[in-house]
């Protein structure tokens, strides 16, 4: 008996952990968009849980969550205050919330680059880059992938 315990105490205790390790957040997409639910699974794959919320119209909230045209895509998620914007790797959000750069809100990939991640496509692996932008739109380069 005292062996099964320490079994469920263990167990219990594991999956407690794994899920505080869980990073959460809201990602907006449209109900019409496959390649953002491919992006989900990836995230999700990478330790996060992310609530969905479909909207027909995304370009408010773009607006509101301080997106410029020239570096948006088809999604947009809340992690932790912070904003990403399309198909970003989940290795380059997890060192974005570690750092929390100062003066920075949010990460993007513009477009839909093929080989990012939802957007797998055979073996097809385009450059691109992972963006970092303050509130006053300026960028930074976070990350290059497919060089």
């Avoid at 290795?91 to 839909?112: Q, W, Y």
Wanted: proline share 5%; with cysteine; glycine share 8%.
């Amino acid at each position: 008996m005292k062996f099964k315990t320490l079994i469920a105490l263990s167990l219990l205790a594991s999956s407690s952990f794994a899920m505080a390790n869980t990073i959460k957040g809201v990602n907006y997409l449209s109900p019409y968009c496959g390649c953002c639910k491919e992006w989900v699974k990836h995230m999700e794959e990478n330790g996060f849980e992310l609530e969905q919320a479909y909207e027909k119209n995304m370009t408010p909230i773009k607006i509101k969550l301080g997106i410029r045209p020239e570096y948006a895509s088809c999604h947009t998620a809340q992690i932790q205050g912070y904003t990403f914007e399309g198909h970003i790797p989940a290795e380059d959000i997890k060192r974005f919330l570690e750092a929390k750069p100062k003066r920075m809100i949010g990460l993007a990939v513009a477009g839909m680059p093929m080989g990012s991640p939802g957007m797998d496509y055979n073996e097809t692996k385009h450059p691109y880059e992972v963006l970092a932008f303050d509130e006053n739109g300026k960028t930074m380069v976070w990350a290059r992938h497919n060089q």
